[in-house]
T-cell receptor, first 113, second 113 residues
Framework: NAGVTQTPKFRILKIGQSMTLQCTQD?????MYWYRQDPGMGLKLIYY???????DKGEVPNGYNVSRSTTEDFPLRLELAAPSQTSVYFC????????????FGEGSRLTVL | GQQLNQSPQSMFIQEGEDVSMNCTSS?????WLWYKQDPGEGPVLLIA?????ELTSNGRLTAQFGITRKDSFLNISASIPSDVGIYFC?????????????FGRGTQLTVWP
């Protein structure tokens, strides 16, 4: 059971570089999300999608972009990496039923130097 | 965004002790969920609550949806070393997009053998 798969697990970037965090799910969920987790701060929503072709901003979208061309994939793009984007990033998916039961990937740890 | 206050921030207990943690929100929630995050992993759903006053158990874990709809608590009985991790409360309010969750900052639990 693959569930939600994120790549890469670890990455170090230099300031100003760009990269894409990949996320794919095999549960046929319509809803997908990107969160970032900073120590002691819980999970903050970056972007979310309610279906292919539909995306919207969460609480902390600045510096990020997303796309949703298929139900399975929801990549997160960092265009000009900054030290403030050093964090652990989690992708999640859900069926969208009332209750918000989300399934999370294992996370991608990003360091910007 | 919604404010979720989760307490305590950390707990250090001995194996066999009971644990209690709680979460309060600034507004009414329709759903409360409790997640556990093991080191290096993504959060995993423990218990979901959908009705005010609801009391739900999952093995040694018991969670309740507060009557005011603004709080929830999680109890762990007879703790064991594998209970170590970060516990997050999460909630969905009436105004949020279906499936969108707000997270508390987490309770770091350490269990001494």
């Amino acid at each position: 059971n693959a569930g939600v798969t994120q790549t890469p697990k670890f990455r170090i970037l230099k300031i100003g570089q760009s990269m894409t965090l990949q996320c794919t799910q095999d549960m046929n969920h319509n809803y997908m999300y990107w969160y970032r987790q900073d120590p002691g701060m819980g999970l903050k929503l970056i972007y979310y999608s309610v279906g292919a072709g539909i995306t919207d901003k969460g609480e902390v979208p600045n510096g990020y972009n997303v796309s949703r061309s298929t139900t399975e994939d929801f990549p997160l793009r960092l265009e000009l990496a900054a030290p403030s984007q050093t964090s652990v990033y989690f992708c999640a998916s859900g069926a969208g039923r009332a209750g918000g039961e989300l399934f999370f990937g294992e996370g991608s740890r990003l360091t910007v130097l | 965004g919604q404010q979720l206050n989760q307490s305590p921030q950390s707990m250090f207990i001995q194996e066999g002790e009971d644990v209690s943690m709680n979460c309060t929100s600034s507004s009414i929630f329709n759903t409360w969920l409790w997640y556990k995050q093991d080191p290096g992993e993504g959060p995993v759903l423990l218990i979901a609550l959908y009705k005010a006053g609801e009391l739900t158990s999952n093995g040694r874990l018991t969670a309740q949806f507060g009557i005011t709809r603004k709080d929830s608590f999680l109890n762990i009985s007879a703790s064991i070393p594998s209970d170590v991790g970060i516990y997050f409360c999460a909630g969905a309010d009436r105004g949020s997009t279906l499936g969108r969750l707000y997270f508390g900052r987490g309770t770091q639990l350490t269990v001494w053998p």
